[in-house]
């Protein structure tokens, strides 16, 4: 789906540039990430970054390139300390740090991580840019403090839902949006703000399907890992307004004994995957709206935005 290849080639820059392993000396910590496949993964938020800066300024620079990797190893760093507070043992079909090398270890490397980016960020002398990081990560902690005290919590609801979910994932996406304006010497503009903002809700929605309606293989991990990980997600929440008491009651039974594919079954009779992907694509909707209230220098880096919007909603992993 992200077979564009203006798209692809930014994804090459993106790999190309992860740098510091090679220069990392410790061989404690070159064992580390021996052991971790950096931006394995899809590249959203390094390809946003890279994308908004030339759709505004016609060019992918130095300082764009820079900031797309300080985005993708945060993104990295919070993924080692989710699996570590999950528990979990698959990440991307492979086995997650904490199982391979130990939780000791694993909180090292995300700290680790967090300290790299900081000095990526500090070397490109921009105070905005550096204000947007240090949110950002006060963002998602925020939302990962929030998920973990609602753990089990089966009534939880929409609003606080969505409360952790823009800050623990759509702050992050927002924020590579972001980047990618200041990084060309623009000033703040609400219609990017916006367009991350909802793209990121859309995202993690997009991504909480997908835990109740892929496959193992396609995930990665797990189906229902969620449910495992005792997190209420949105075809949850939808699915349990809409049961009757019968359904509800064995809901909450379920959830409880982590019965997950009895679980799975009520949420789709009840159309929580269905009712999920309607707000998913509103939301989606939302966000190519603010794209088309932007005057952009690049017109076809705005189509690959768009581009990258529709793989949001449309994919299956």
Same mark, same amino acid.
């Given at each position: 789906m992200l077979d564009d290849i203006y798209i692809k080639r930014k994804l090459v820059i993106l790999k190309k540039n992860v740098y510091f392993i090679k220069?990392? =000396?410790?061989?404690?910590?070159?064992?580390?990430?021996?052991? #971790? /496949?950096l931006l394995s993964?899809?590249?959203?938020?390094?390809?946003?970054?890279?994308?908004?800066a030339e759709s505004l300024s016609g060019r992918i620079s130095n300082a764009a390139i820079h900031t797309a990797i300080a985005i993708e190893l945060l993104h990295q760093a919070t993924l080692i300390h989710d699996d570590i507070i999950d528990n979990s043992y698959k990440r991307r079909g492979d086995i997650a740090l904490n199982k391979k090398i130990g939780y000791e270890l694993s909180v090292l490397a995300g700290d680790y991580?967090?300290?790299?980016?900081? =000095?990526?960020?500090?070397?490109?002398?921009?105070?905005?840019? #550096? /204000?947007?990081f240090s949110d950002v990560v006060k963002d998602v902690c925020e939302g990962e403090i929030e998920e973990v005290y609602n753990k089990d919590n089966i009534y939880l609801k929409e609003?606080?839902?969505f409360d952790i979910i823009k800050k623990k994932t759509a702050s992050l996406i927002r924020a590579s949006v972001l980047c990618g304006l200041i990084v060309t010497g623009n000033n703040f503009n609400k219609f990017l703000s916006d367009f991350g903002l909802y793209l990121g809700i859309a995202f993690q929605i997009k991504d909480d399907i997908l835990d109740v309606s892929s496959n193992s293989k396609n995930l990665g991990k797990p189906v229902g890992s969620d449910i495992k990980e005792g997190k209420v997600t949105l075809p949850f929440i939808l699915a349990f307004k809409n049961?009757?008491?019968?359904?509800?009651?064995?809901?909450?039974?379920?959830?409880?004994?982590?019965?997950?594919d009895k679980i799975i079954k009520i949420i789709k009779k009840n159309y929580g995957i269905k009712n999920s992907f309607e707000i998913a694509q509103n939301y989606i909707t939302k966000a190519k709206v603010q794209l088309n209230k932007i005057k952009f220098k690049n017109t076809k880096s705005k189509i690959q935005l768009e581009k990258i919007a529709n793989y949001v909603i449309n994919r299956n992993y």
């Open positions: 220069k990392i =000396k410790q061989k404690s910590i070159k064992y580390i990430f021996k052991n #971790f /496949k993964g899809k590249g959203i938020r390094g390809l946003l970054v890279l994308t908004t991580l967090f300290s790299f980016v900081n =000095k990526i960020i500090l070397g490109q002398k921009n105070q905005q840019l #550096f /204000k947007i609003k606080q839902y049961a009757d008491k019968k359904d509800k009651k064995l809901m909450i039974k379920f959830f409880r004994q982590k019965k997950i």
